[in-house]
């Protein structure tokens, strides 16, 4: 992860930046992630940590932080990667879907897909922005 960068964001705080280019379908990340049970979710969820977790396992019930950078790319309605959650491996692989330049933003699609359009839950901020 050498060309991957945090830097401001706009109103959006930090996010994921690269340094040099990069190709369709390139694996950007490997991240493992800490997970955390149901239990423990319920109490993440009155933090600020709430911003940072992704729902985990197949009920979604529980909870993973994410390491390395995964826990600050921004959410794109039209993203330029994609990630994938490994339940057995306990890891999030972020992943290319177009050719991205040097210098963009990386986000993901906080709803999984790259292309779907359902409202996230802070979905009412970006229309501010």
Known sequence: MPYLTIAPSGNK???VFT???????QII???PVVV?????RKHIEK???FNYIFEWGKSRKKAAVALGYVSVYNH???SNCEYEM?????TITIKTVRAISKGEELSINYNA?????????????IEQQ
């Open 47 to 49: 933090t600020e940590l």
């Open 13 to 15: 705080g930090r996010g």
């Open 29 to 31: 990340e490997i991240s």
């Open 19 to 25: 340094t040099q280019a990069i190709p369709k379908g």
């Open 36 to 40: 955390l049970s149901a239990k423990d």
């Open 113 to 125: 897909d790259p292309n779907d359009s359902t409202q996230v839950w802070f979905h009412h901020l």
């Open 76 to 78: 794109s309605y039209k």
């Open 86 to 90: 490994d339940f057995d491996d306990n």
